[in-house]
């Protein structure tokens, strides 16, 4: 079989540095027997194509991986759905090399190592939709093919994860692991999570969406309203980005990452507050509004927070009145944080019947073997004992009972 030629990869030039497929051409080079013996150390260029074997990849899932992550005009574009005839025809020439590279006759290599032929053939597919354009398409076709691929799925990172966090010594970060908690695991506050959905609903739609403030009593569902969006629209192209009160002055770099990419992206602050004393406020609301480089379309903010204006007001506000001419204006800087969210969400503590009624929810998910008139007369003895009624009190409460139940169940003799 022809080595591929790989140095004439345009597009995809930057597989070249990757250390599987560097030893692999280096081995293709001196796969003749005559020649072969040349390579100073053979055993450590087949290392390298066994590196993936740790992720259970076979190589062409390698391959496909690579090509499904691949960051470059044509993935770029694609995932935007953009399209420029000029690039697609240097995209067919690269996936044609490509295809070569996917479809390698590794039996010299086997015969040589002794090595299974499940190390190359393709086993578990781990990204199916590119793995099946390379096994099965050729030409323009397969070039349209990945396209589409881009376009529902993404590249890079993006198309990895659905959730980052700002680091800051490795800028964004994706999240492997994240609350998984969905809408149906809020009991309550409908009117808030059908205003907070259809907002986001216009938002991934492309439609003016606003930025949003969810204010309210700790323990509310606040935080957990925001990530429920995440689970119920990552999969049209949503992504969310947290960062803390001490990081939104990262918000220009993480402005410059994410304006060009076919998502759309909500940036996170959780439970964010400021005091009196603190002027920071100043910088976050020009990133919001008011500053000279605008939010982009594929941008929007939904903060979570205790106090409804965010910004600690106090007694020394009322009293300094009378020392401050113009003590409405002094007022209205300290408010217009909030005013920069079109939509104010509130979560006030749940009265006696919706809390009843979330631990109901709760322990019927869990599937507690609890009569109600027990788990209510308890569940009341919690929130007074505890920390009064909230969701997250009342999920305390269903954890503290499973956990009660199962030890009576099996470690009470």
């Not at 490509?98 to 990204?127: G, Q």
């Not at 990419?261 to 602050?269: D, L, N």
Request: include cysteine; hydrophobic fraction near 35%.
């Amino acid at each position: 079989m022809n080595t591929p030629k790989i140095n004439q990869l345009v597009l995809y030039r930057d597989i070249l540095n990757d250390p599987a497929i560097e030893s692999a051409h280096q081995i293709w080079l001196y796969q003749d027997e005559n020649q072969y013996s040349q390579i100073e150390d053979q055993y450590y260029c087949l290392q390298s194509l066994l590196l993936n074997q740790k992720t259970s990849m076979s190589w062409k899932e390698y391959v496909g991986e690579l090509i499904a992550s691949n960051e470059n005009m044509f993935s770029l574009l694609s995932e935007k759905g953009l399209e420029k005839q000029p690039i697609l025809k240097i995209a067919e020439q690269d996936i044609h090399i490509i295809s070569e590279i996917y479809h390698y006759d590794w039996s010299k290599i086997e015969k040589k190592f002794s090595v299974e032929s499940s190390v190359f053939s393709l086993n578990n597919i781990s990204d199916q939709d590119v793995c099946s354009i390379l096994e099965h398409k050729t030409g323009i076709e397969a070039v349209y093919s990945l396209k589409q691929y881009y376009k529902l799925k993404g590249c890079g990172m993006f198309r990895k994860y659905a959730a980052f966090k700002w680091n800051d010594s490795t800028g964004l970060t994706g999240i492997d692991c994240y609350d998984s908690i969905s809408f149906d695991d809020l009991t309550g506050y409908e009117p808030q999570k059908k205003t907070l959905c259809e907002n986001t609903e216009f938002f991934i739609k492309g439609l003016k969406a606003n930025n949003v403030l969810l204010y309210g009593d700790k323990g509310t569902g606040k935080s957990s309203s925001v990530k429920a969006v995440l689970n119920e629209y990552k999969d049209k192209k949503l992504k969310m980005i947290e960062i803390t009160k001490e990081q939104f002055y990262r918000f220009p770099d993480i402005i410059n990452i994410v304006k060009d990419r076919g998502y759309k992206f909500i940036i996170y602050i959780d439970d964010l507050s400021f005091e009196e004393f603190e002027t920071d406020y100043k910088h976050f609301k020009a990133v919001l509004e008011g500053g000279l480089e605008i939010r982009p379309q594929n941008v929007a903010v939904y903060v979570t927070s205790n106090r409804r204006n965010i910004i600690k007001e106090t007694w020394k506000d009322q009293m300094e009145a009378s020392n401050d001419m113009h003590i409405s204006d002094s007022m209205q800087e300290k408010i217009s944080l909030a005013d920069r969210f079109g939509i104010t969400l509130t979560y006030s503590s749940p009265n006696k019947n919706l809390y009843l009624r979330m631990v109901l929810d709760l322990a019927k998910k869990e599937e507690l073997d609890v009569s109600e008139d027990i788990l209510y007369e308890e569940a009341l003895k919690w929130e007074m004992r505890y920390h009064g009624r909230s969701g997250r009190s009342a999920r305390q409460f269903i954890d503290y009972m499973i956990s009660k139940q199962n030890y009576n169940k099996h470690w009470s003799e």
